[in-house]
């Protein structure tokens, strides 16, 4: 069996290079790439989804740039924020709610 040593060689020097204990469940640094442009507006957003819980993406678009100053927010953008929170990107339909009031219950 043949061994490339140069690959042994940097395996073994870079083995412990690494400043967190093997094992460890800390996360990394970020390492490159765009930051998330969104990513202290959190609050912000969770509010407004709160408060208007059938506002369309357009309107939140809209609603945090004005709020931010940051024009280069995209309905992508705002998507990825609601999916990160865990939050309802639209209303429910109003037939599904027909069927979710008390008079409907009964029926089930």
Do not use: W
Request: charged share 35%.
């Amino acid at each position: 069996m043949l061994i490339n040593f140069l690959f042994l060689f940097r395996l073994l020097r870079n083995c412990g290079s690494d400043a967190r204990e093997i094992g460890s469940d800390e996360a990394l640094p970020h390492s490159g790439g765009r930051e998330r442009a969104l990513k202290d507006e959190k609050e912000l957003i969770r509010r407004k989804v709160a408060a208007q819980p059938d506002i369309t993406l357009l309107e939140l678009v809209e609603y945090v740039s004005r709020e931010t100053g940051k024009e280069a927010v995209s309905k992508q953008t705002i998507n990825v924020e609601l999916q990160r929170l865990k939050l309802p990107r639209k209303k429910v339909a109003s037939r599904f709610r027909e069927r979710n009031r008390a008079g409907f219950e009964d029926a089930r």
